[in-house]
């Protein structure tokens, strides 16, 4: 469209240069209404560039840093794929969890023909803490320790200090240095798996060209030390430098202490596949933002679209004028076009520049309401901002033409007509497509909640909301009609004429007031789906928690990463254990393993102590007299095997590092302890006897409820550092907190969402205003006060929001019941719809139409009589 | 009814009218739209006055400021400077607000292009002055003026499915129903075919000599002016001239002075 425009201008140059003008025209003197219009367009695209340079920033230039800081890496040897990890809890959050390789084995390839040199790498936990003993949190997914590594074969290079020397030196990375704001030589303590180490840094490294890891806070030790510091049993990998090829170093390295053989890849694939977890990790949020920055362009396009089909309709008379003294087609067409075209390249670059402005603020407030996957600076490049542009002017020109062509079908004649409104709520044949699609969509939706399935519901959901589109029209005239009937009974016409004139008013041109309400529909929709969602998410998981916590406080991991993390010192337990007035403890430690080729998370927990402190719910055997060796499982576990498992089979489990052990079970349990379901418990001995010893996850604490027991407590947990204390109730509260933190910010993104749509019903008002100049100046001559007239803007307005949100409410409600009875019906989730938050949405979008005609509303008011003379 | 007599107008100097029996009156009332060069006056120290239960016709050329006489005595424009009187209120001194409440109450009004709101039946656009002030239109009133104007069985409809006489009785109605002490009307058979005009200023004229109805009508049509009772004529932003018991002939005459 935007090449006919051009192709009209160059031919027709010298009418075409007066067609300019009467746009330009056009557009200044209409530019109130442009104005709210150009509004929409800039928040839409300041939205989306916002979440362009969000996404690049997650996503962007980390393949490009892989490549860089990897590229020195011929051959690369890890351990066996053994398999799928359980919530991507394998090393760097990667899906697929691998044993290890046996220490020292980079020594059987220094004689191998072609192996210039081979390093091996030990990881284990390690994350520095600032000088309040809180965890660093630098907004990756993983915090690791790692020996350093110079020269080719290294990932990162010193940009200060020097390498470290002996268990007492780290090098840290710029970003985590820039975080605690520590330079070489200053002290620093370091929490591992074995405890605290109090460390100095000697040097700062960088990641290629940004300052970390893209999936990693590292912490480098002495390669010397760094198996002992870590705690490592095995190597993460081996990277080699020269020509030998993958076989022959295979053949070299051997087998991984299960027995099986190692994996060799070349440089070029282990770079592709740490790309590829970064990315498919990062997709997600992407995707998540992305669909964000849709809703509010799709909110922003139906205002634009619907400004140009008011405008069009407005400028009936005009344009057949312009066709009768001989405008081509294509000219009226070009000159709603060149229109569009101004408002899109003006707003969407302002917008675009905005958009860089909207980072920071987003930035801040995922601060604010808890969400730390984007810390460090955004990256803001040229793409972002030349798609965010392109984007908004398309969605612009696309809008807008629908309404042009309409223009370039207006007859001549029409400049003879008084203009007409369309007051065609919709024809019988749309209103019987929106109603059959409804029940298209009720129909599919009772078949998924009943069948448990998900396609009958998606197909359902999606054939309801096509038919809200198609039926909005039809809505509008329903809804203003009953409402006026309802006031209509009970109040007589006469004393609410002024709220009647505005019932009326939204329902005179109903395709119009549908497509401004709709954007706050979707808005509201959305927003009351995600509610719901919350809502019974969070339902289902506390009320689970609340019934089986016995003990009275709990300590708690500080897990600011999105993957929770044991953050909380070895030796806090025993601290706690020997307070005055704590009657009962037990800690839960967790590590990762495999059954049957599936990743497991495998907890411990003292099984003698447990039953005081959490109520595992016991139906066969006995956890008190859990032995060395044998397992608690839940029944959920076992329900979902072939052959059925009981007291006394045994399950064989693969550790990673320690290899295959042969679990009896020794007791079967109902509930699980949060973080660990289904329930894989030893006792701590026994897993500490596999595993070896390490951070405590949870920390379940019973007292004797005296003051002085949870003082002596709070000052035991605030000096080990890496823990929270909570009481139960606000234990159990808080594993909703990530769904509080979660539901915030769907909030906030939705929010922009709902602001376009304000602004679009303030627009739709402001040309409705325009449009009855002179109606209103008669109603003004007759006696309308300015009062009564600015309620009846007000009101106008709120009958599109009213009727916007209760669709929206109505719709997002029935959608996330079906959505979670379809796919939740198993996993045990409880609907609950929150009553209050749901009147509260339905409330602020209301009020929301109220506040968009404040400012048309005062515009009509000021409106002179005499306009009814003109 | 019997002649009336003139209203002593245009007198130097702005000498003002008694107010006894004036439903509406101007007093040296001026309105000038610009400054300096472009300087415009459409009014130029008018003092005029409406007697109660007389229809007046306000003629001029094009640009006379006939219009702007109309809407400064009816409250709807503010003057430059003088007073506007509707009885003994000047409208100077009242509020948005009061000068509404005053329109709402002593004034109707019947527009060129009916103006009437097309999402309200014809019933509901005739009591709508009294509905804005939350009160019921007097059924003798009501009962009365529909029957003039014929327009009982068409109480349901909505504007759009109205002729435009139609729709300009049920707009007379409205200006009527309220039982206003003047009724101003702005060209309100210009829209109008030369029967259905007639047909209206008919009504027109039987509310002023039936119930004592007080109307002041602009139009540049003599054969509209005829059905008044007394014609002022304006130009130049000044009252030049008035004709009582005015016929077509008479005021067509006059009218033609202006082009010499």
Known sequence: MTTATTSTASATAPRTSGMTRVTTAGLWANRSRFTLTGLAVLLSVAFLTAMLILTTTISGTASDDIREANAGIDLVVTGAELGESADSGGPRGADILSSVVPLGTEASLTAVDGVDDAVGIVTGYARALDTDGIPVDTGVITYTGQNWVDGELGTHTLVDGTAPTGADQVVLEARTADELDLAVGDPVEILTSTGTLDVEVTGIADYASSGSDPDAAIVFFDDAVAADVLAATGLERIVVDGTADAATVAAAVGTDPLGNPLTVTTGADYTQGLIDDVESRTSFQTTFLLFFAGVALVAGTTIIYNTFVIAVAQRTRELALLRTIGASKRQVLGSVMIEAAVIGVLASAVGAAFGVVTVFGLISLFEAIGLSFLAGSPVITSSSLIAGFAVGLVATLASAYAPARKAASIAPIAALRDSVNDASAASIVRNGIAVALLLCGIGLGIWGVVAGSWIPATAGIGSAFVGIIVGGPGVTSIFSRSVDGAIGRFRDADSTIVGRLARMNASRNPKRSASTAFALTLGVALISFFTVMAASLGASTSSDVGDALASDLVVESLSTGPIGEATIPGDLDTTIAGIDGVTSISSLRVTTALADGAGLVVGSVDTDAVTTTYDLGVTDGSLAGLADGQIAVSQTYLDTLETPLAVGDTIELTFPTAGIVDAEIGAIVANDLPGLAPSFIFDTTTLDGIVGPGLDDTIYVTTNGSEATFAAIEDAVSAAGGATLFTAEAYADSLGSFIDTFTNFVYAMLAVAVVIAVVGIANTTVMAVNERVREIGMLRAVGMTSAQIRSMIRNEAAMLSVQGSLVGLAFGIAAAYVAFSALGGDEGIIISVPVVTMAWIALAGAVSGVLAAAWPAWKASRLPPLEAMS | ?260
Do not use: C
């Open chain 2, 1 to 260: 009814m019997t002649a009336i007599a003139p209203t002593s107008i245009t007198a130097p100097g702005g000498r003002q009218p008694a107010n006894a029996d004036l439903a509406a009156r101007l007093v040296n009332a001026s309105k000038i739209y610009g400054s300096g060069d472009s300087e415009v006056r459409a009014l130029d120290d008018v003092t005029v006055g409406f007697r109660s239960g007389q229809f007046t016709a306000i003629m001029g050329p094009s640009g006379s400021g006939k219009s702007t006489l109309m809407q400064n005595a009816a409250g709807l424009d503010q003057l430059t400077s003088g007073s506007a009187y509707i009885g003994d209120t000047d409208l100077s001194t009242l509020s948005d607000r009061d000068l509404t409440l005053m329109r709402r109450a002593h004034i109707g009004f019947i527009f060129q292009s009916f103006n009437l709101i097309p999402t309200l039946s014809a019933e509901e656009n005739i009591t709508l002055p009294l509905a804005l002030d939350k009160r019921r239109p007097n059924p003798e009133t009501f009962d009365r003026v529909i029957d003039v104007l014929g327009i009982r069985e068409r109480l349901d409809h909505r504007p759009n499915e109205l002729s435009g006489g139609q729709q300009q009785r049920v707009a007379v109605a409205r200006a009527l129903v309220a039982e206003p002490s003047i009724v101003f009307g702005d060209e309100p058979t210009g829209n109008l075919d030369s029967r259905t005009g007639a047909e209206i200023l008919e009504f027109m004229q039987r509310a002023v000599q039936e119930i004592g109805q007080t109307i002041v009508m602009v139009t540049h049509d003599p054969g509209a002016a005829a059905y008044a009772d007394r014609v002022v004529f304006v130009n130049d932003g000044q009252i030049v001239d008035e004709m009582l018991e005015p016929t077509r002939d008479r005021v067509f005459d006059r009218m033609k002075a202006f082009g010499r």
